[in-house]
């Protein structure tokens, strides 16, 4: 059966300590797989991104593979060719797709009539790759992810849901701090959702933000959005909240000085760039996983 990576609910609890223990061998030697020798591997981008092109493409290559990269504006996907049609011919070329765009419904589409894996590289819903990330960088710096405790202070989005929805299958506990109005809806992983950031943040292992605006939000909320979230960016006080040997997480691109402090960013306790280099070694186990022989 053809498996997919859209939410991060279709790994097993036991299947994503496994693709993280893989994850840190290829980090130790980045040339030990050829796993995706003689394969091409479709990267379709209906958004911007450099972390996520950069790593998937890299990714792909170190693993033998050929990546193709694909704009949304240069696919008939942009004259209306629909997500059903451009996933039944992508996999007549390649095995695998992977796919950043805005609905959460067309990557769900184009995994409905694929024959071959389909990996979501963020929609309007969901991050899930950039969690996968996170736990890996929580998990070389403490050792363990079962026990932890992570906050997130800041907008309900994408990377908050995900981090919700993976946190709780690796043992982690999440508490997510947010105003009520730009709250998640609906949580069925057990985390802590509060107002506070101060609740959120109190003897966390690691702290974690995104942009106030992400980028299916409308630009025209900026100014209100940033009035309403102030209170919860991240900055040197808030992380004194967390545990001494906390870190501070933000899955980026940062606006220093709104959801994050520069000082927190470019400080001894960010753990921000290991974050986005964690990207290419945790694809790679994924698209080993998914896709290599
Ligand atoms: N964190 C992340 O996904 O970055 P990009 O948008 O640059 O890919
Ligand atoms: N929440 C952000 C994540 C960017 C990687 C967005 O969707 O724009």
Known sequence: MTRHFLTGEELTSAELVSLLDRALELKADRSASSALE?????????????????????????????????????????????????????????????????????VEEVAEHASVPVINMLTREHHPCQVLADLLTLRERFGRLDGLRLAYVGDGNNVTRSLMVLGAKAGVEVAVATPARLALSGNSTGALMTEDPAEAAEGAHAVYTDVWLSMDDDADAADARRELLAPYRLDAALLERARDDAVALHCLPAHPGDEIASDVLYGPRSAVWDQAENRLHVQKALLEFLIGS
């Open 38 to 106: 003689g394969s091409s591997v479709a990267l379709v981008f209906e958004r911007p991104s450099t972390r996520t092109r950069v790593s998937f493409e890299v990714g792909v290559h170190e693993l033998g593979g050929h990546p193709v990269v694909l704009r949304g504006d240069e696919l008939q996907l942009s004259r209306g060719e629909s997500p059903r049609d451009t996933a039944l011919v992508l996999s007549r070329f390649v095995a695998g797709i992977a796919l950043r765009t805005g609905p959460h419904e067309v």
